[in-house]
């Protein structure tokens, strides 16, 4: 049986101009208020037109298909996106027509939601059911707690702490998704500070915390502390060296380049405080030896 991996992650608009549909596609076909698009697109202007999103997902997916191959695997990988091109339904079509017989799915969030990677199950499901596909498909839901994201994220905050020096505060953050997948049982906050618990062990980091970021404004209420209340308060507490961790995510995209980058530097800036933030897992070695690792415990190798 011939056997591929898909790599799926969020999207970006490939440039200004692709803006409105990408965020059209991701309000369901609902098209942004002139005063919601034209933020967006400042926001996007401000990082230089568009996120690396697509090119580092790419380069994640051949770097581990290059793994594969120096280990004597057969294995596919193919990437794919959720609200823009390369479409996951267009990725499912072509792994169909060549023949795929099994496909482990893994998306490139470690922490498992139903809003979230729920919603790229549906979408892999759906497609495959459109096409009267016999393909055997099988997710990985989370791996928030692999010990080589866990040994990535620790190398990279203990980089940024030799850095920055002195009595420093680590702020571990995520997306937030709406407060109600709590009431819901959702494991999406529990595997959060998991991971974060299990990173500040492992570097022996005895002062932190986990907050929220990026919340959207829909009217309902958001999971919280947001990562800018949360730089205030330990600010009036005294610390004045912060180091921001996003392990919610292993990529830059606009959410780090712009929500950190800009957003909390500003604010530290203003508030006279010292921040930085722990590089991204993005491309390199050790994200993609944590996903053959994932790889090789399925069997996929």
């Given at each position: ?257 712009y929500d950190i ?35 090789k415990e399925q069997?996929?190798?």
């Amino acid at each position: 049986m011939s056997k591929a991996v898909l790599l799926t992650a969020y999207g970006t608009p490939k440039s200004l101009e692709y803006v409105e549909q990408y965020y059209t596609h991701i309000r369901h076909g609902r098209k942004p208020s002139p005063e919601e698009l034209r933020d967006l697109i400042e926001r996007y202007k401000s990082i230089g037109g568009t996120s690396p999103l697509i090119q580092i997902t790419e380069r994640q997916r051949d770097k581990l298909q290059e793994k594969l191959l120096a280990n004597g695997s057969k294995t596919k990988v193919y990437s794919a996106m959720k609200h823009s091109d390369p479409f996951i339904e267009d990725v499912i079509k072509l792994i169909v027509h060549n023949d795929i017989r099994e496909l482990l799915c893994i998306a490139l969030a470690p922490h498992y939601s139903k809003i979230s990677i729920g919603s790229y199950i549906q979408i892999v499901d759906d497609t495959i059911k459109k096409l009267r596909s016999d393909l055997e498909v099988r997710w990985v839901r989370s791996w928030h707690n692999n010990p080589l994201l866990i040994a990535a994220w620790s190398q990279r905050i203990d980089e940024a702490r030799a850095k920055i020096g002195g009595d420093c505060y680590v702020i571990f953050s995520a997306h937030s998704l709406p407060e109600k997948i709590l009431s819901e049982g959702d494991p999406y906050k529990d595997q959060l500070l998991e991971t974060a618990s299990l990173i500040a062990q492992q570097s022996r980091i005895n002062k932190w915390t986990f907050a929220f970021q990026s919340a959207s404004k829909t009217g309902e209420p958001w999971l919280g502390p947001d990562i800018i209340d949360v730089l205030s308060r330990k600010r009036e507490e005294g610390y004045s060296s912060f180091v921001v961790a996003p392990i919610g995510f292993v990529s830059d995209h606009l959410e780090i380049l712009y929500d950190i980058d800009i957003e909390c530097k500003d604010w530290a800036a203003k508030n006279g405080v010292r921040l930085i933030r722990a590089r991204s897992l993005n491309d390199s070695e050790e994200f993609s030896e944590c996903l053959y690792s994932i790889l090789k415990e399925q069997g996929f190798v």
